[in-house]
């Protein structure tokens, strides 16, 4: 059984991307002191958006050592890195193309791979190269970022894909037909759960359901299956997706 959430509620997605982005430059700082590396998973889709902006300019992007900083991606859809729905893009233009890390410590999941398992073994070599890590061993991510949809997906982790009960393999490409793009790369939950710190970013009323799922006792929810064995879960809400929760003493 992993680590209890921390749940915090701020007013609005405003406050919520700044509150992200001092987590952000704060992890950062703390993994550099301790392991001189900071090692980073983005999420995917929109909600990430307006913290990768804020990062991206001073007061946090002067905070933030980019050149000991290693970028990767939590999940990526099968297209092109210049596609307007590629997550790799959504974060170089908001925030990589405008701070100096370098190119090479930028690991995008290749999208655009015509053969998606052939692009998930790759993926799993580079972490496994990046975090020197021995055969069996899992990478220790500093920091995974993730989004939650409004079924309780996370990553491309979706309800009822068998996915969601890989334990081998670190990077898997999947099929999900009810999403918009529907083939897809993911990380899988053994790496989430290996991670030092997961930082949930949710906002609006739409995902109020789902988040008080997620967070209520009993549910198998992809999202709810995220709980790292050995490190930190913080779940970060706007009021709008904190509604359907109990008030007792959660929120700042
Ligand atoms: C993706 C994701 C996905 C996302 C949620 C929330 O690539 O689609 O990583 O898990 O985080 O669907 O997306 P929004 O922030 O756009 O609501």
Redesign the pocket.
């Known amino acids: 059984m992993g680590s209890k959430p921390t749940v915090t509620v701020v007013p609005d997605p405003d406050a919520l991307a700044d509150t992200a982005a001092r987590l952000i430059a704060d992890a950062a700082a703390d993994a550099i002191d301790a392991r001189g590396r900071f090692m980073w998973a983005l999420?995917?889709?929109?909600?990430?958006?307006a913290t990768y902006a804020k990062l991206a300019l001073p007061p946090w992007s002067e905070r933030v050592d980019w050149r000991r900083t290693w970028v990767f991606?939590?999940?990526?859809?099968a297209v092109p890195p210049d596609h307007p729905?590629s997550?790799y893009q959504m974060a170089h233009v908001t925030l990589l193309s405008k701070v100096p890390i370098p190119a090479a410590q930028v690991l995008r999941v290749r999208g655009e791979a015509s053969d998606l398992e052939v692009g998930a073994a790759e993926y799993a070599r580079a972490l496994t190269d990046l975090f020197g890590t021995r055969r069996g061993e899992l990478p220790r991510f500093d920091l995974v970022l993730?989004?939650?949809?409004?079924d309780g997906?996370?990553?491309?982790?979706f309800p009822g894909s068998p996915v969601v009960r890989e334990v081998f393999r670190m990077v898997a490409a999947v099929h999900v037909a009810a999403?918009s793009?529907p083939q897809?790369l993911?990380l899988t939950l053994p790496v989430f759960n290996a991670a030092a710190r997961v930082v949930f970013?949710?906002?609006?009323a739409e995902?109020a359901k789902a988040v008080k799922a997620v967070l209520g006792e009993h549910t198998t929810l992809p999202a709810a299956m995220v709980r790292p064995d050995n490190g930190e879960l913080v779940w970060l809400l706007d009021r709008a997706a904190a509604a359907q929760l109990a008030a007792s003493g959660r929120g700042l």
């Open positions: 999420a995917g889709g929109e909600t990430p958006r991606f939590g999940d990526e859809r729905d997550n993730l989004g939650m949809g409004v997906h996370t990553a491309s982790l999403a793009i897809r993911t970013l949710v906002a609006g995902k």
